[in-house]
C-alpha cells in the first residue's frame, strides 16, 4: 500500500463516526490534487500538497474534545501536534512534516500565503466548503475574486459555481 493510501486510511480511523469530515477530506484531497496536476507542480510540491489535504482538518476532532469549538483559529493550534505524529509514524521526511504541520497550522489563515501549496491547500478547502455549506452567488463570486490565485483553481471555481 502506498504512503498515501495509509495516510488516509490513518484519517479514517481517527474521525471514524464521522462520515462528514471523512467526505470533506477527500473530496478536498482531490480537488487539491485536481488542481496541482492543473498547476504543474513538481513530485515533491505535490507530495505535500496532498499530504496536507487529507490531514488538514485533523484539529477538529481535538479542539471539540478540549474546548467544545472547533472554530478555524482552534483547528490551526491543536492540529499541528496531530498531524506530526501521524506523519512521523507513517516515515514522511522531516522536510514534508513539517511544511505539511505548517499548513495545517495556516490553512484557515487567508494573509501572507507563502507558497503554491498552501494556495492550493486553501482554493480546494473552499470549493468543497462553498458547497458543502451551499453558499450564495455574491458570497461564492467575492471569494473566488478574493481569495483564489490559481489560474486552474479560479477556472474551477467559475466553472463549478456557472460564474
Known sequence: MRKLDRLIMEMIEFDKGEPRRIQHFFKVHQFARMIA???NVSEAEMEIIETAAIVHDIGIKIAKEK???SNGKLQEVEGPPYARDMLVNL???EEIV???CYLVGHHHTYTDIDGLDYQILIEADFLVNLYDHNSDKLTIKTTCDKIFKTKSGT???HKMFGL
Open 155 to 157: 477556472e474551477i471555481c
Open 98 to 100: 513539517n511544511r505539511v
Open 37 to 39: 496536476v492543473l498547476e
Open 67 to 69: 474546548y467544545g469549538d
Open 91 to 93: 516515515e514522511y521526511g
